[in-house]
């Protein structure tokens, strides 16, 4: 949905898809319900052969962190800085690293032990969190497409916890930096929030690091990015709608 609607992706390709979601969601239920190592690995290859080349297809060399880059490198992003900061000696010692290790930005071995754990259900630990008290915030860059506002935005419409009818009802409203900058978007209700960060794609303090300080800052200290007096009263435009409508405005 977000790669059409950004014009990543052809309407043939998105209704194709579409088509073929079923089965992937299948082999995703599998994976989750017998927890066979081997049928989740299995599962998350077919569900990406089915649901997220297509994209590649259509954009050779695009970043998928970041659809507004091609990608160059590994990684698709330069993390020489990062490389270099983190294997000094000093830095090390901070952080309590043995001095003989060297920090990588992926390693590709930890990377294929924990493959078999994505096509698992995580939202699952959530209600209990939430009622608890526990704080919990997502968030994605509004450029990001691997892990894009939107899909995530729909999984945690769809979550079932005790204030769901409140959270049907939120309303989307502007976050504004302590600066006085438009940083995003925002919904929350009660110990759970949904935040949009303007400008930036899956690396957030990267892309954004006002907006990533700020963000972490507050929710740390128990603060929220939009105090509730701010916050206004529910509009008839729906999230899709509202995300629909901004794509069209471009």
């Known amino acids: 949905d977000f790669a059409y609607q950004h014009g990543l992706l052809s309407e043939t390709s998105r209704d194709r898809m579409n088509s073929l979601y079923p089965a992937c969601k299948y082999a995703l239920e599998a994976c989750d319900e017998y927890s066979i190592s081997t049928e989740c690995y299995l599962a998350v290859q077919f569900c990406q052969a089915l649901m997220f080349t297509p994209i590649l297809v259509e954009n050779p060399d695009i970043n998928v962190y970041d659809y507004r880059k091609r990608c160059e490198g590994d990684l698709c992003y330069d993390f020489s800085l990062l490389n270099e900061f983190l294997n000094q000696d000093h830095v090390k010692k901070e952080f309590g690293v043995p001095q003989d290790m060297t920090w990588e930005e992926c390693n590709m071995s930890v990377h294929e032990d924990m493959m078999s754990d994505w096509g698992h259900r995580f939202d699952t630990v959530l209600p209990e969190m939430l009622a608890a008290g526990v704080r919990v915030m997502i968030y994605a860059g509004d450029k990001d497409i691997i892990c894009n506002e939107l899909g995530n935005r729909q999984w945690v419409d ?56 700020e963000m972490i800052t507050k929710f740390v200290r ?5 105090p509730s007096e701010h ?20």
Request: a negative charge; charged letters at 20%.
């Open 222 to 226: 128990n603060e929220d990015l939009v």
């Open 231 to 250: 916050r206004q009263a529910p509009t008839k435009m729906g999230y899709l709608d509202r995300i629909l409508h901004k794509v069209l405005s471009m």
């Open 158 to 213: 769809a979550l079932e916890w005790e204030r769901s009818k409140e959270w049907a009802q939120a309303q989307n409203v502007s976050w504004t930096l302590e600066s006085g900058e438009d940083a995003g978007i925002v919904t929350q209700v009660g110990p759970l929030s949904f935040v949009s960060v303007k400008g930036a794609g899956h690396m957030v303090p990267m892309d954004q690091g006002k907006s990533a300080l």
